[in-house]
């Protein structure tokens, strides 16, 4: 540091300095950290097991900030002040994550803004850094958009990617024979937000789903629909007439009832085991397989349990 630096530096020295980067600066410096990243995947084992399974996990955060003053300072979806950041991590079942691509936005932008360009970066950059088989996108329901999945689809890419609980989506929940939900009992209860309690039985089912069906046919994708649903609670512990339900699409992951391995977003994957009999820990989510690959249930990808899908989804 003494060779770098013949004095001390107040901090806003560095903030003048920053703020005067172009977004051509920014530009390129995310080519740099692109290349660093791939350099340094082939000097080390930073992502091992790559070359046949790897996933990209897309979200944002909202980073709070201070001051009447701060530059783009907005409140975004949780209500604070701040600002927003869209991020693209690596990983694979034995690696844990590495940032791949990040935004700085706006703190009251729209969590999908500029997302389909990301994951093409994410994606590109997972690509070189070895990732040459298996490369699955997730994402939550804010990047359940066309443009995204077409991303994924040109990289080569499968998606599992949190739907919307529309009314397509319902009426193709309806269409579930009563039959094909399959019961499954947490090892673990997981906490139920939505209705305030510790849940450790749900069911789960799956079906064929078109998404973006007011698309032109070219834009449609057809999927595979994972969906989970448990008892709702009855008001004031009422006897119940008929059993109603609350239907969650799963979620592209969390933890597999064969295995309890957790394949969730955000944390460090496991290799899925092969049962479709999915602990799914939170919320919606549409569960995909890939164009042209052999399809897999909620956490399985090796045993014969799978089913194939008719394609990503």
Request: glycine share 8%.
């Amino acid at each position: 540091m003494a060779r770098l630096f013949d004095g001390l530096r107040a901090p806003s020295t560095l903030g003048t300095f920053l703020r005067a980067f172009t977004f051509g600066h920014v530009r390129q410096l995310d080519a740099v950290a692109s290349r660093l990243l791939v350099n340094l995947s082939g000097q080390a084992p930073l992502l091992a097991g790559a070359p046949e399974l790897a996933f990209v996990d897309v979200d944002d955060t909202l980073k709070q900030t201070y001051g009447y003053a701060k530059q783009a300072a907005g409140r975004g979806y949780t209500g604070v002040k701040g600002l927003n950041a869209l991020l693209a991590t690596v990983s694979t079942p034995a690696s844990a994550p590495v940032i791949a691509a990040t935004r700085l936005r706006k703190g009251s932008t729209n969590s999908a803004k500029g997302s389909a360009a990301l994951v093409a970066e994410a994606l590109g950059t997972a690509r070189k850094a070895g990732a040459s088989g298996l490369l699955i996108l997730r994402a939550d329901s804010s990047y359940y958009r066309r443009d995204v999945i077409d991303t994924a689809v040109r990289h080569g890419a499968a998606f599992s990617v949190t739907a919307r609980l529309l009314p397509p989506v319902r009426q193709a929940i309806a269409q579930i024979p009563d039959d094909a939900w399959t019961p499954i009992k947490y090892t673990n209860a997981v906490f139920d937000p939505a209705q305030q309690r510790w849940v450790s039985d749900a069911e789960v089912a799956e079906t064929g789903y078109t998404a973006f069906a007011s698309k032109a046919k070219t834009q449609q994708v057809s999927a595979r629909l994972i969906v989970r649903r448990v008892p709702d609670l009855n008001p004031e512990h009422q006897s119940e007439l008929f059993t109603a339900y609350r239907y969650q699409l799963s979620r592209p992951g969390a933890r597999c009832r064969c295995c309890r391995r957790s394949v969730s977003p955000g944390r460090s994957p496991n290799p899925p085991c092969g049962s479709l009999r999915n602990g799914l820990s939170t919320v919606s989510a549409i569960r995909v397989g890939w164009a042209g690959a052999r399809g897999w249930g909620s956490c399985c990808l090796d045993t014969g349990n799978a089913s194939p899908a008719p394609r990503r989804g």
